[in-house]
Structure formats: C-alpha cells, structure tokens
C-alpha cells in the first residue's frame, strides 16, 4: 500500500521526534563524559560541549587520590552484591509459600505484605526502630530497609503459579518434597523472572541514596551516591553563596567542574557495561509486572 | 453430625461414617504435613515484615506523645492531637503541605501522557533497528540514581560555567537562574523528572499496543483514514485500559514527591517552593530531632496517600478495573 503525502509528512515527523527525544538521553551524559576528560579551564569557560577540549586524565587522577572513591565504589559493590543475594532469598521465600493453594493462611499474609505498600510508618518510626535494633552505621540498615519488594514479591508469585501444574505433580510423586520442588524445578523454570527481579534490586542497591545518608554517619562506609552527591553538593552551595554575594566567589576552594564529572562517569560506567546485556531480562521483568494478580 | 451432611443420609451405616471421618483426618494430617515446610519457608518473611514494616507503623503513636529520649516510643506523655494541631497551625507546614501537593499533581499532569505519546510515537516506526535503538537510548536514564541526574542537571544549568548558560548569554547577554528561580526551578525539578521516567514507562503501553490487531489499521486505511485518525480511533481505544489501570497507581503516589529528586535539586533560595514533606521530616525531624511532630507530620502524608489509593481503586471497580 502506497503512503498518502499525509502519512509521509506523519512519518517525517515522527521519526524526527523520536530521534531528538533519543538524542536528549544521551547528550548530557555524553557532556558529562567530555567534561569530565577535559581541562579545567576550558570546562569553566564554557568551551566543551560534546567533545573534550584539551584531552587530559587529570581529572580522574585528582579523584581517585584526592578522595574516598574506592573506598566508596567497592562499598557500592559490598552492598550490591550481598543485597541482591539477601532480597532474591527472601523474596523467594515470601513468593513459593504464597503462591501454593494449600497454604493456609495465604490470602492473609498477602494482605499482610500489600498493605505495607499502601501504608508505611514513615521516616522517623523507621528510623528509631533501627536505632532499637542497633544497625545504625552498618550496611545492615540498607538490607533491612529494601530486603523485599512486595511489588517484586508479587510479580514472581504470579510467575511460580503460572507453571503447569502437571510437572509439579509428577515431581511429587518421584518423592520431591517442598524444598526440593522449589529448588529443582520451580526456580529453574523462573530464570527469566528471577533475573528480571535481580536486576531491579541491584539497580536499587547500586542507586541506593537515602538510606545511606540517614544511617550511615562513618565516612568510610559511605557509598558512590552519597560521596558523589556531597562533590556536587560542595558546588550548589557555592553557586547559593555567589548568588548572594559575588565577591566571595574567588576565595572559595572547590572541587573543579571536571572532577565532579568524573565523579558521575565513575557511578554510570559500571551501569553502562551491564546495560546491553541486561535490556532484554528488563524488558521481560515490566512485562510480567504488567500483568494484573 | 457434621459429616451426615456430606454423606447426605441420616441412616449411612456407621462404618461408612467412620470412613469419611478416617479420611478427613487423613487430609487434614496430609494438609497440615504439607503446609509445615511452607511455614518454616514464610516464617522468616512474617518476621522481618512484623519487625521492620509493622514495628514503625506501631511506632506512629508518638504522633500523638511528647517524645523524649529517656522515656523512648512507649515511656513517653501522651499528649493527644496536639501534634497535629500545631501542624496545621503553623504557616511553614501548611506551606510544606501545599508544596507537596503542587508538585506531585504537577508531576503527574506532566509526566503521565509523555509516555503514552512516545509509545504512540515508537509503534509507528516501521524502521526496526530505529525503533531499537531509540528504544535502547530512552530507556537508560531510568537507570541513573538522582545523584547523576543532579550533576547533571547542576553541571548544566550552573551560572558561570553551565553550557546552558554560556549559551543562553550569548543570545541575551546575560546568565539566567535556572535553579534559584521558583517557577524555573519548578520546570527544572519536572523536566528532569519527565527524562529519568518517560521512556521506561512507556513499556508498558507499548506492550499493550502490541495486542492490537493490526487487522484494524488496514481496514481503518481502507476506510480512507489517515494516520491521525487511526491513532484517534484504533490506537487510543487499545489501550484505554491500560491508560486507566496507570492512572489509578499515579493517584495512589500522589502524596509521594520522593525524597531523592528534591532533595539534590533544591537549595535555600527556592526553599518557598522546593520544601516538600520528606525533605522537611529528615532536615527538621532527623537531623534536628524533633521526632514527634514530623512523625505526626509523615502520619498525615501517609494517611492521605491510603485515602487517595483506596478512593482510586473504589472509583476504578465502577469501571471494572479495580486492583482488587
């Protein structure tokens, strides 16, 4: 079928759209990047866009010895890592109990959990009954808060009751018990929900900020978020102070533009190598969360 | 008996009744077997749900007391709505409140058709490795924590080095601040809330388009319709449901501004606009430790979300569409 001049001008269009709206993801970051690979001076007046100007390493050099940075990323990782392996338990255990007909009780502990997503107590009571329970300053405190998503938990129940319920029963009858059931064959029949569901709680822990800036207070188990935030927070406090007095401007030390760059290039590289060969598992993951139950 | 019913004959000899009775015992023994290994498996969930999700919400009666350090949750006065009342008492928390509420509405009056008009968008290219790789390029910064997206944004909006700015002074001569202008730094807080979100929420929508018939496009062409009237008629009406089912869960985080995006991009001179009630909670609350009044004020925030959740979903089952 031949496109009407309309739906040629449609198309124009569109693909224009989608390209500038494509193009806007990527260009700040790539901004960031050259900034971050450039001279100081050509980052403070203005000179760098999309290419470094005056190509130098300095700035990853300044960051990596003039700061906490590893200290910070390998905390990242700690609490990536361990995280992951600690939400995929016990969301596992939440979501094989819950997704069995016979288990009594089923319905009430399910609304057990949803009703924790629809009302939370909040800042401070969280915060005070993790002071009773003395995490305060230990990664613990991240665990504990983000160990299960009920909205995950839910998407892999619907997943577990989605197996036919015919391999299941024959299973049973070579002599699986529970455990060995969920072990051998739910969890191997679930690969593509649990790498979703993995994937998402380790996006959660590595981006992990608020947690970490309420209860850890030691400087050297800060993560690559608050350390990263508190470079950039350095420089808006400068831009609040010049933007009441001018003047004091040049008698403030700060940490270079360029360095800061960096800082973010350090948090995003790590995201980016995964990215690829993750989008497909992503994808998948919002699909099955789409799905109503 | 009970068991006469089932049986359904009052004069079933008696060894039958036993029969039945045996073999509900034996079911209900199998049942029981059956379900231990599953409490053994929910048990340490149910823990750590009642300690760490139930144990705060307990912890909300000291909205209503007097918190002191040395009387802890349970040793401290009450003193009933006093809390509440100075909430809403207090010019600086009505201004909180209200802030809150303005930019989560706004929030959803930006963000939640920005996804449906590019899903729209995308399932129109008929070019497959552009449709990818746009889909490849939008769905990243939902990856980036609002740590990066901060920098950036502050990177780029800085008054004497931002690229914006340098631009921005050679068209006017003169540096604009963005980010210490209320109404600016409000469509700052949106639009970058507008690039970590649209793309990634477009997926569902997109997987909604992709159970239309496409049948339905051809026969709308040869109806003579052109491609605005084919998304006004075929496409919109495929994914209604879909549109509503997220509507009613936009509802329910009307409340919720979230902590991290606000807190990285305000500063003091657009505190009018930019406090919200989490950013509040943890300056004032937290870090100055008046946990009382801020955990009244937290209650209140929570208990308007509930409301609005509940209303949402009441409002959907009259429409079928409820979440439960």
């Keep these: 079928m031949r496109d009407s001049f309309g739906d040629k001008v449609f198309y124009s269009v569109n693909y224009i759209l989608l390209a500038v709206g494509a193009l806007t993801c990527v260009f700040p970051l790539i901004h ?48 990536t890592v361990l ?19 016979y288990f009594i009780g089923r319905s009430f502990f399910t609304l057990l959990l949803v009703f924790t997503m629809l009302f939370q107590g909040g800042i401070i009571p969280t915060f005070l009954v993790l002071k009773y329970f003395d995490v305060i300053n230990t990664f613990s405190a991240v665990w504990i808060l983000n160990l299960v998503s009920v909205f995950n938990m839910l998407v892999m129940r619907t997943y577990f009751q989605n197996i036919p319920e015919e391999v299941q029963e024959s299973a049973r009858i070579d002599g699986c018990n529970e455990w060995k059931l969920l072990i051998r064959i739910i969890l191997p029949l679930s690969m593509p929900v649990l790498a979703a569901l993995a994937l998402f709680y380790g996006v959660g822990y590595w981006n992990a900020f608020m947690q970490v800036l309420i209860y850890i207070n030691d400087t050297s188990k800060y993560n ?13 406090l400068m831009q609040e102070m010049m933007h009441a007095t001018p003047e004091d401007a040049s008698q403030m030390q700060m940490t270079p533009e360029s360095v800061r760059s960096a800082g973010i290039i350090f948090m995003v590289i790590p995201m980016l190598i995964v990215y690829p060969f993750v989008q497909k598992y992503f994808v998948k993951g919002v699909m099955l969360g789409s799905v109503k139950g | 008996m009970k ?4 049986a359904g004959n009052e004069s079933a000899p008696a060894i039958q009744k036993d029969v039945i009775a045996r073999s509900r015992k034996l079911r209900r023994k199998r049942l029981l077997r059956q379900n231990l290994p599953l409490f053994i498996m929910f048990a340490p969930v149910l823990i750590y749900f009642l300690l760490f999700k139930y144990g705060p919400i307990l912890g909300l009666v000291i909205a209503f007391k007097q918190y002191s350090l040395a009387g802890g949750v349970f040793g401290s006065p009450w003193v009933g709505m006093a809390n509440f009342e100075m909430l ?16 989560s509405v706004l929030q959803v009056v930006v963000g939640f058709p920005l996804p449906i008009l590019l899903a729209i968008l995308l399932n129109e290219v008929r070019k497959s490795w552009f449709k990818k790789s746009v889909q490849t390029l939008v769905y990243l910064p939902h990856f980036f924590s609002w740590v990066v997206i901060a920098g950036i944004v502050i990177a780029m909006l800085s008054m004497e080095s931002g690229i914006i ?42 997987a909604a388009l992709s159970a239309i018939n496409p049948s339905l496009y051809e026969s709308a062409s040869m109806d003579g319709a052109n491609k605005f009237r084919q998304i006004w008629h075929v496409t919109l009406p495929g994914i209604s449901g879909t549109i509503i089912l997220m509507l009613i869960l936009s509802m329910g985080q009307i409340m919720e501004v979230g902590f991290d995006q606000v807190f990285m991009l305000q500063n003091s001179v657009v505190a009018g606009v930019s406090e919200v009630i989490s950013t509040y909670v943890y300056k004032i609350g937290l870090l100055g430790a008046q946990y009382s009044v801020t955990t009244a004020l937290g209650f209140f925030e929570s208990l308007v979300g509930l409301v609005l959740v509940l209303t ?3 409002i959907a089952r009259r429409f079928n569409r409820g979440l439960w």
Excluded: C
Excluded at chain 1, 63 to 73: E, P, Y
Excluded at chain 2, 3 to 6: G, M, S, T
Excluded at chain 2, 89 to 100: E, F, H, W, Y
């Design chain 1, 32 to 79: 960031i990047l050259a900034m971050s690979l450039s001279d100081s001076h050509a980052v403070l007046s203005g000179m760098v866009t999309l290419v470094p100007v005056g190509w130098t390493l300095e700035s990853y050099k300044l960051l990596i010895n003039g700061t906490n940075i590893i200290q910070a990323f390998l905390n990242s990782v700690t609490i």
């Design chain 1, 83 to 101: 995280g992951v392996i600690f939400s995929m338990a016990f969301t596992i255990l939440a979501a094989y109990p819950l997704s069995r007909k």
């Design chain 1, 224 to 236: 690559l978020p608050v350390l990263v935030q508190q470079m950039i927070q350095s420089q808006s």
């Design chain 2, 3 to 6: 068991f006469n019913r089932i």
């Design chain 2, 88 to 103: 809403f008492n207090t010019p600086q928390m009505l201004n909180i409140i209200r802030n809150t509420l303005m930019l």
């Design chain 2, 165 to 206: 700015n340098v631009w921005v002074q050679k068209l006017t001569g003169d540096v604009y601040p963005f980010l210490y202008e209320p109404v600016a730094w409000v469509a700052v807080l949106l639009a970058s809330g507008v690039w970590k979100t649209t793309g990634f929420s477009a997926i569902i929508y997109l």
């Design chain 2, 312 to 314: 949402a979903n009441w």
